[in-house]
T-cell receptor, first 116, second 120 residues
Framework: ETGVTQSPTHLIKTRGQQVTLRCSSQ?????VSWYQQALGQGPQFIFQYYREEENGRGNFPPRFSGLQFPNYSSELNVNALELDDSALYLC???????????????FGNGTRLTVT | AQKVTQAQTEISVVEKEDVTLDCVYETRDTTYYLFWYKQPPSGELVFLIRRNSFDEQNEISGRYSWNFQKSTSSFNFTITASQVVDSAVYFCALSEARTRGGTSYGKLTFGQGTILTVHP
């Protein structure tokens, strides 16, 4: 059983640029959630994708957007990067939307984004 | 608003000591789930334990045990006979169901984390 994989592992971008992070969900998992974890902080919910649509969102501006593909993999896109976007971005999958609430999420190792 | 507070920023113990990590939460929901996750240096969050709001029975699973008290909104986690491999950041998280456009989704609210260092 393949777990959640994220790419790239590390990324350095300049303020104002755009970035795309990728996530492959665990086999059989159709729901993907993205979290942002600033240094020394707990992860914060960005949004969740189910059936290729965003079905839930946290307190993040519209320049944070995403996609989910028919194979359930997902992308997180961030436009007009700001210094405060520097963080570890975690992707998590679950077997279904309901289980994203009452069951443990399966997390990837994350992408470390540095904005200079 | 939902909130999770882990008052202990860092804990340092010597191997074989017992250690308890504290967690206090706030929610208006009557139904919710509580989790503890471990984050080793590799970055991924590893699930440890789960408790739903209807079940206040405390349990033991191997070296892990937890104390859930709804009256005080606390969900404390204990590692018995700690080992060096337990060194990591530990997060308490509150899971609530939300609905948008007729579809429900789960959202985790995490605490700030507790850095646990177990010395040999």
């Amino acid at each position: 059983e393949t777990g959640v994989t994220q790419s790239p592992t590390h990324l350095i971008k300049t303020r104002g640029q755009q970035v795309t992070l990728r996530c492959s969900s665990q086999s059989g998992h159709n729901t993907v959630s993205w979290y942002q974890q600033a240094l020394g902080q707990g992860p914060q919910f960005i949004f969740q994708y189910y059936r290729e649509e965003e079905n839930g969102r946290g307190n993040f501006p519209p320049r944070f957007s995403g996609l989910q593909f028919p194979n359930y993999s997902s992308e997180l896109n961030v436009n007009a990067l700001e210094l405060d976007d520097s963080a570890l971005y975690l992707c998590a999958s679950s077997p279904g939307v309901g289980s994203s609430y009452n069951s443990p999420l399966h997390f990837g190792n994350g992408t470390r984004l540095t904005v200079t | 608003a939902q909130k999770v507070t882990q008052a202990q920023t860092e804990i340092s113990v010597v191997e074989k000591e017992d250690v308890t990590l504290d967690c206090v939460y706030e929610t208006r929901d009557t139904t919710y789930y509580l989790f503890w996750y471990k984050q080793p240096p590799s970055g991924e969050l590893v699930f440890l334990i789960r408790r739903n709001s209807f079940d206040e029975q405390n349990e033991i699973s191997g070296r892990y045990s937890w104390n859930f008290q709804k009256s005080t909104s606390s969900f404390n986690f204990t590692i018995t006979a700690s080992q060096v491999v337990d060194s990591a950041v530990y997060f308490c998280a509150l899971s609530e169901a939300r609905t948008r456009g007729g579809t429900s989704y789960g959202k985790l609210t995490f605490g700030q984390g507790t850095i646990l260092t177990v010395h040999p």
